[in-house]
């Protein structure tokens, strides 16, 4: 038996009664096949309905053949014959409706203004994507920044025009295809075509399975959130209705608290970041100059230690990090004897520095690190060993201080 799908007949039907005419116990659940049904399978890139079936909650719904299918959880008590109340999750059912005739109308009046065809649609959680593909007017082969702004322009007219969203089916693909439609039929027989507003300068019209509004005012706003080069095509990101209302809402949650922390209006708010951005610039660049004031010196200060002659010679420079210490020693590889050790204890790290002839760097990290859990590597003049912890330095130093003597 066909399933009748109440939706078609009332899509505003939020609860009704069926009679379960079968009942398949699989292993993902019951599956309930009803006479009839207001949930909506999945289809045109529309989401499955939300809701319950008896109480329970329903966890999928697809259509195959003529029949929709409901899967609930398993073991549940239901038998053949049973007559049923189904209640919609309404506020996801309206939410699939205003984002869904939102794609209807930004589709509709991107092939009106430049003959782009909706060749892909995703409806994600947090927005929706349509792939456009400029193939129908050969005055217009790239989307602007200007044109998008005149589609979205255009897409909430069309919705503020409050038009009638409204369904017709055909039996036959002759009939269908005297409505002016925006692609290319793709069916022969049992057609439905949804067109918003009038026939003679349709918003949108287009043959579409999936539930609708009555009106267009009820889509509310549809925003454009990006535009992505994709596959010779141009995928637009936006969203309609709640979503694109709580992204509104979210966004100004954020210009408010950059508002606050850059003492901003909204209206001046860039030029505060750009300036605060200029005096980060000019305090990175004096820093970097003072750095190399301080590097010059510490290098001279370890050179003049070097001279002593010792094995290893051991430095520690406060505020100095990883980058900067690579830089003071490896100037000085020709002036060292033994072995220089230089401490990066914010980093737990030592950096080792020789001349490569008398302490190979590299094969002493190799052959100590692992004694007290350290990790690292690096050549015969240049290495560096990460420890566990700060701590371990100096243990690790009079370990090596051990090895090293003659
Ligand atoms: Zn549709």
Redesign the pocket.
């Known amino acids: 038996m066909n399933t009748i799908k109440l939706y078609q007949k009332d899509v505003y039907l939020k609860k009704f009664h069926g009679q379960i005419e079968q009942i398949l116990r699989e292993k993902e659940g019951d599956i309930l096949i009803l006479d009839q049904t207001a949930f909506f399978p999945e289809g045109?890139g529309?989401p499955w309905d939300r809701g319950t079936l008896a109480g329970f909650a329903v966890e999928k719904v697809w259509e195959d053949g003529d029949q929709i299918f409901h899967q609930i959880p398993g073991g549940s008590e239901l038998k053949e014959g049973d007559v049923i109340e189904g209640v919609l999750d309404w506020t996801a059912r309206f939410r699939n409706m205003q984002r869904?005739?939102g794609?209807?109308i930004l589709s509709g009046i991107f092939y009106q203004e430049c003959g782009g065809v909706n060749r892909g649609f995703h409806m994600g959680e947090e927005y929706m994507t349509i792939d456009i593909s400029l193939e129908e007017d050969p005055d217009c082969t790239i989307l602007t920044p200007e044109i998008l702004q005149k589609v979205e322009a255009l897409a909430n007219q069309a919705i503020w025009a409050n038009l009638p969203v409204i369904t017709r089916t055909f039996e036959s693909r002759e009939e269908a295809d005297a409505l002016p439609m925006r692609k290319q039929l793709a069916l022969e027989e049992d057609i439905t075509i949804?067109c918003v507003g009038s026939l003679e300068n349709p918003a949108d019209c287009?043959a579409?399975?999936?539930?609708?509004p009555s009106t267009s005012g009820q889509v509310g706003l549809i925003k454009i959130y990006k535009m992505e080069n994709y596959k010779g095509m141009f995928r637009i990101y936006f969203d309609a209705g709640a979503d694109a209302l709580s992204d509104y809402q979210h966004k100004h949650q954020l210009v408010d608290q950059l508002n606050k922390r850059y003492s901003a209006s909204t209206g001046d708010l860039m030029d505060k970041i750009l300036a605060q951005e200029e005096k980060n610039k000019a305090v990175r660049t004096r820093l970097h100059q003072l750095r190399q004031v301080v590097i010059r010196e510490k290098t001279e200060e370890t050179a003049t230690r070097l001279r002593d002659g010792h094995t290893l010679t051991v430095m520690e420079f406060e505020g100095l990090d990883l980058e900067d210490l690579t830089q003071l020693g490896r100037p000085l590889t020709d002036e060292i004897h033994g072995l220089l050790a230089l401490i990066c204890r914010e980093a737990s790290t030592l950096l080792f520095f020789s001349n490569g002839k008398k302490a190979d760097c590299g094969k002493l990290v190799r052959e100590t690190a692992s004694i007290y859990n350290g990790k690292g590597g690096g050549n015969a003049t240049h290495a560096r060993v990460i420890l566990p912890k700060p701590e371990n330095i100096d243990i690790y130093l009079d370990l090596l201080e051990k090895h090293l003597r003659p």
């Open positions: 045109g529309q869904h005739c794609e209807h949804v287009v579409c399975c999936g539930t609708h």
